[in-house]
């Protein structure tokens, strides 16, 4: 049996973005974990608007709205990690996770537990950078496809070809097998056609009416980078993994330049996961709503351990897994 630091060491948090909402999320953990009830609460007061019950009861239109599910999302994190905390009690501080990491919308959350922002300020940003985001979407339309079971260098060169009728460009390399691509909505059209043709296996629309993670994103991002500037920043307690570049990273700097590019950048979430392995994180912690990270992270290689927390049960059975 591994001792906690022994295990710790081969341990990484990883945190969902945004898509992962659902309508009920968070419900058992209001009801059931005081530590979780606390940041529903906090969220609440900080937002003056009332996003538990967004959460809990919806409408489902509500809660997908870019506004609303980015705070949504990341306070439905943020509580599973503090129930996870809540379970583990004094053991918290030996089992800490050697990195931690996030997909797109779901890094700020890992930066939250890693010590950079504090909850109430990183509430505030992501429900600013969903605004600006939005505002973009209605300025530009766009739209978002997973595309399963075509190389990526191939899509690459596809996005290319119909940049004629608008930006479209990869926006998420999420596994070997799936490639999200982002863009303008004739020229994603256009890219999926060719996708089809060129022998993807499967292309999916994204219920999602914005361009993120691509050049469409450009005045939000340096909208978003005044507002980010107005907030500290704390040097990661944890190392954080980027996931635009795949850089471990500790300095508040760094992490500041790294936000300031995320909305326009590809999410390299296979690099990200990639390095992660090259450190030797063999189990993955899947905290927030669902589990698309930790069927990504198989993806990428079937040898690792994962699990997901997203209620109090899978909250109290991963504290005992991660302390046994």
């Given amino acids: 049996m591994q001792a906690p630091f022994e295990q710790r060491r081969n341990v990484a948090y990883v945190f969902p973005g945004q898509g992962s909402q ?26 003056h608007f009332p996003l538990t019950q967004l959460c809990i009861e919806g409408p489902a239109d509500e809660l997908r709205d870019t506004v609303n599910a980015q705070p949504a999302i990341l306070t439905m994190s943020i509580a599973c990690l ?3 905390r809540e379970q583990l009690g004094e053991a918290a501080q030996r089992v800490q996770p050697r990195l931690v990491a996030g997909h797109s919308l779901g890094e700020y959350s890992a930066l939250v537990a890693a010590g950079v922002l504090d909850f109430a300020t990183a ?11 939005k505002e973009t979407g209605d300025r530009t339309p766009g739209g978002m496809a ?15 070809r119909v940049t004629g009728q608008g930006v479209v460009c990869p926006a998420n390399y999420n596994s070997p097998s799936q490639t999200v691509i982002s863009g303008e909505l004739a020229a994603l059209s256009a890219a999926i056609e060719l996708a089809v043709a060129s022998g993807a296996q499967r292309v999916i629309r994204l219920a999602v009416s914005i361009a993120s993670h691509s050049p469409v994103m450009q005045l939000a991002s340096e909208q978003f980078t005044d507002v980010m500037n107005r907030f500290r920043l704390q040097d990661a307690v944890i ?22 590019r995320q909305l326009y950048s590809s999410v390299r979430w296979t690099d990200t996961v990639r390095e992660m392995l090259a450190a030797d994180i063999t189990t993955y912690v899947e905290i927030g709503p669902g589990d698309v990270l930790s069927s990504l992270i198989k993806r990428i290689d079937r040898r690792v351990q ?6 109090t049960a899978s909250a109290q059975n991963a504290a005992q897994r991660l302390i046994s």
């Fill in 82 to 84: 503090a129930a996870l």
């Fill in 306 to 311: 994962t699990f997901s927390i997203n209620d």
């Fill in 146 to 160: 997973a595309v399963i079971g075509l190389d990526a260098n191939i899509l690459e060169d596809l996005c290319r």
């Fill in 22 to 47: 659902f309508v009920g999320m968070g419900k058992s953990l209001v009801e059931h974990s005081p530590a979780a009830r606390a940041v529903f609460a906090e969220a609440d007061e900080t937002l």
């Fill in 239 to 260: 190392p954080i993994v980027s996931d635009i570049s795949a850089r471990v990273l500790v300095s508040a700097e760094e992490i500041r330049a790294e936000l300031s």
């Fill in 123 to 133: 509430v505030q940003l992501v429900r600013e950078r969903g605004r600006l985001m």
